[in-house]
């Protein structure tokens, strides 16, 4: 092995000398599976080191695992003199000019020791035996009958010693190697780790998810200004596509009325995780009071105290006597309304498709006047999944201006979605962020590991944090048919699990992974969404929807490979 696989500096004439070396060694030792050689390397000691040297630069290391290490210092130019009354090199290049060089052998030996203590800093302690030799070679030039004292002729190699050239560097590292216990495969790879390790320099994806995450805040300062026709009507819908920032115009238009009003009901669709979000992001604001349109109908029931006289009074129909609870309630929420009295200023709906007509129609009996009092509606307008013709929204003024700009999801993520709207053109302003990857896994299985291996890959290799991934399957059961649901709890037995550990929508503002159905987490999003189980969520456009628009900047995707193809094809039909 050589490194790199073929001469640098092709167009550097300085370097011509070290060509010819290169090219030599490469012929001799290239495909020799014992030899490694490492050209022009550097060597970094900080100014902790003991080896004094303007640079660290090595122009060869020869490695082989049996014999030990060899360094090689190359000189070009002819001829080369040591001057003595000056104690200076010189060399002499093709066109006559004389320069001053550095002693290559004294060179060689520091380069030698730079190394070595390298390698000990590594080690510490546990540095294993290593015989090192030196070299130095002058390709344009030949040898002296003699040397000094202080010097030794087998040190050098000269233009008529270049094709004995391995013959030499072998023997050479063979008289340096008195000892047996050297560890060669210990080296081996620790030279590779210094010398032949790729390198990257880039963003973690924690920093990009973190940039990303500011592009948006950004724009979500850009949207507010939306809101300054809060204070010239009265009443309001204002409709868009997920990820146009509809639910933050929610929240901030519920404020604006706290600060005018004294009390505001804000209602978030359908969706008990979706509320249990928007409390925690309202907890402060006393005057505000967060419902999902369910869970106010009970509260209104139970403070009604409705009788079974009341029931049949409201629910004529015998046949409808038996309908599930929460339609009773829902049915029944004009008339506790009317029973207990209580009334609000203000109502601001977010996720205002979920709410039919005759909800509407009791809805509003709550406010202190059912025809004029404030009331802003937010809802998303895809014909694709909320039908126009089931869409009964009261007959308030629209907005000017359709939110047209999707920026909560990235670019990759917003195409992925674009087969499941139908509606406004909305643009991209979202940043570009990471390609929605596909996993094919045959079983459910195989998708439940790899969902704990994505999760160990960013949470363990990346540091991302747990708060940011969100674990959904698209399964009608929900997370029930999932031997993932045995995460729900941080103990089996008595016994601490390991760091795994999820909990539902309704906590997706706590420091743990989500784990949830697609549709339970309507409203809500995280950085990082993995989806699984699609079979049934692929019938239902819907839910497909919710799902591929939750993620924020990552979207992963699991599926056998049938659900996959589907899902890129549909993909690909717009």
């Not at 009443?235 to 238009?253: D, M, V, Y």
């Not at 940011?468 to 997370?479: Q, S």
Request: glycine share 6%; hydrophobic share 35%; net charge neutral.
């Amino acid at each position: 092995m050589i490194i790199p696989e073929n001469f640098p500096y092709t167009d550097n004439p300085s370097r011509d000398a070290e060509k010819i070396v290169f090219e030599k060694l490469k012929e001799i030792f290239g495909n020799e599976k014992d030899f490694d050689i490492y050209y022009n390397v550097e060597i970094d000691h900080g100014s902790s080191s003991n080896v004094y040297r303007d640079d660290w630069e090595i122009d060869f290391i020869i490695f082989n695992e049996k014999i030990g290490i060899l360094i090689i210092e190359v000189k070009g130019g002819n001829p080369i003199e040591w001057i003595p009354s000056e104690g200076k090199w010189y060399s002499t290049t093709r066109h006559g000019n004389r320069n001053e060089i550095k002693n290559p052998i004294k060179q060689a030996r520091d380069n030698k020791y730079a190394l070595k203590e390298k390698i000990e800093e590594m080690y510490g302690k546990k540095t294993p035996y290593i015989p090192y030799g030196i070299l130095a070679i002058f390709p344009d030039s030949g040898l002296p009958n003699s040397l000094g004292a202080g010097d030794n002729i087998s040190n050098y190699v000269a233009h008529d010693e270049i094709n004995n050239l391995g013959k030499i560097i072998i023997k050479k590292m063979l008289e340096k190697n008195k000892q047996e216990d050297f560890s060669g495969s210990r080296v081996r790879l620790f030279l590779k780790q210094m010398f032949a390790k790729k390198i990257k320099f880039e963003l973690s994806l924690k920093s990009k998810l973190k940039h990303q995450n500011k592009q948006i805040i950004e724009y979500d300062k850009h949207q507010l200004e939306i809101l300054e026709v809060v204070e010239k009507q009265d009443r309001l819908i204002i409709e868009g596509r997920a990820g146009t920032g509809k639910s933050k115009l929610a929240e901030e238009t519920s404020k604006k009325f706290a600060q005018k009003f004294k009390t505001v009901l804000f209602v978030c669709g359908a969706n008990k995780p979706f509320k249990v979000q928007l409390s925690q992001i309202m907890k402060d604001i006393k005057n505000v009071d967060v419902f999902h349109f369910s869970g106010l109908c009970k509260e209104m029931y139970d403070k009604a105290k409705i009788t079974a006289e009341e029931i049949e009074e409201v629910i004529k129909d015998k046949n409808l006597i038996d309908l599930p609870i929460y339609e009773k309630h829902q049915r029944l929420l004009e008339k506790s309304i009317e029973k207990t009295g209580i009334k609000y200023d203000a109502l601001v709906v977010d996720e205002g498709q979920d709410i039919n007509k005759s909800q509407w129609d009791s809805l509003l009996m709550i406010l202190n006047d059912p025809f004029k009092s404030p009331v802003y509606i937010f809802h998303d307008n895809n014909q694709k999944v909320y039908h126009e013709s089931n869409l009964d929204l009261p007959d308030f003024p629209k907005h000017p201006f359709i939110l047209k700009k999707n920026y909560r999801n990235t670019q990759d993520i917003f195409a992925a979605q674009k087969s499941f709207y139908k509606g406004e053109s909305t643009t991209s302003e979202g940043p570009k962020g990471e390609s929605v990857k596909y996993f094919i896994a045959p079983t459910r299985e195989i998708a439940e590991r790899k969902v704990i291996n994505l999760i160990n890959k960013y949470i363990i290799n990346e540091g991302i944090d747990k708060k940011e991934i969100a674990v959904l399957t698209g399964n009608n059961h929900g997370t029930g048919t999932s031997i993932l649901g045995n995460y729900f709890s941080k103990e089996s037995n008595g016994k601490k699990k390991d760091n795994l550990y999820f909990v539902k929508a309704e906590q997706n503002d706590e420091d743990e992974i989500v784990f949830d159905s697609v549709r339970r987490y309507k409203g809500l999003e995280r950085e990082i969404v993995i989806l699984f189980d699609l079979e049934d969520a692929l019938n239902n456009p819907e839910e497909m929807y919710i799902g591929l628009s939750r993620p924020k900047l990552i979207l992963d995707i699991i599926g056998t490979e049938k659900n996959i193809d589907m899902l890129k094809k549909i993909s690909e039909e717009n």
